[in-house]
């Protein structure tokens, strides 16, 4: 199967600081990457969609100003938590699709787990 | 209204028997796709099983089976033979196309623990 990696894998910033997060799809291109969240022994949660070239598409209730999401190339997408605080600590998947607006399958990486202090 | 809902937050089975872990669904689309990942405690979310909305049989994956109840959108994952490294957390989820490529919806989540 198709392999979508993280960078970094796990991460403890200070409160205030932004911490940004990689997602590359190895081995194929991704015309959409997915960003979720991940709370402790909770579901995944949907943050944005992002589409090479284009702005993201945020979920209900998201900060677009907070998350910053940029999918500069079609294996590329990246997760900027900016002024970071002790709430966004959390675990955060990207997934990437090569079918846009289909119902292909969706990779997933394997995670980052951010820790704000 | 959830989307997804898994009514079992746990479940335990012993080893070499067969689970169901089930999962209904709510959508108004004609076109969906549903999907079950499991997650292990090292949180990587492995791809199991998929089953298209318009897909006439049951998926199939090895020892994974979707019992695909269109009428009642239900959309069970079947284990047979379970095994000591299937326990972790199942996840279904659904994805519907809404003007283009959306993500997936996922539901609570069930925690397997299989037993010797």
């Known amino acids: 199967g198709a392999v979508v990696s993280q960078h970094p894998s796990r991460v403890i910033c200070k409160s205030g600081t932004s911490v940004k997060i990689e997602c590359r799809s190895l081995?194929?291109?991704?015309?959409?990457m997915f960003w979720y969240r991940q709370f402790p022994k909770k579901s995944l949660m949907l943050m944005a969609t992002?589409?090479?070239?284009?702005?993201?598409?945020?979920e209900q209730g998201v900060e677009k100003d907070k998350f910053l999401i940029n999918h500069a190339s079609l294996t590329l997408s990246t997760l900027t938590v900016t002024s970071a605080h002790p709430e966004d600590s959390s675990f955060y998947i990207c997934?990437?699709?090569?079918?846009?607006?289909?119902?292909?399958?969706?990779?997933f990486g394997p995670g980052t787990r951010l820790t704000v202090l | 209204a959830q989307k997804i809902t898994q009514t079992q937050p746990g479940m335990f089975v012993q080893e070499k028997e067969a689970v169901t872990l089930d999962c209904t669904y709510d959508?108004?689309?004609?076109?969906?796709?549903l999907f079950w990942y499991k997650q292990p405690s090292s949180g990587e979310m492995i791809f199991l099983i998929y089953?298209?909305?318009?897909?006439?049989q049951n998926a199939t994956e090895g020892r994974y089976s979707l019992n695909f109840q269109k009428a009642r959108k239900s959309a069970n994952l079947v284990i047979s033979a379970s095994q000591l490294g299937d326990s972790a957390m199942y996840f279904c989820?659904?994805?519907?196309?809404?003007?283009?490529?959306?993500?997936?919806?996922f539901g609570k989540g069930t925690h397997l623990i299989i037993q010797p």
């Open positions: 997934s990437a699709s090569s079918a846009s607006g289909s119902l292909g399958e969706q990779f």
């Open positions: 081995d194929f291109q991704a015309t959409t």
């Open positions: 989820a659904m994805r519907e196309i809404r003007g283009g490529a959306d993500g997936l919806t």
């Open positions: 959508t108004s689309d004609p076109s969906y796709g």
């Open positions: 992002s589409n090479e070239g284009s702005k993201a598409t945020y």
């Open positions: 089953q298209g909305s318009y897909d006439q």
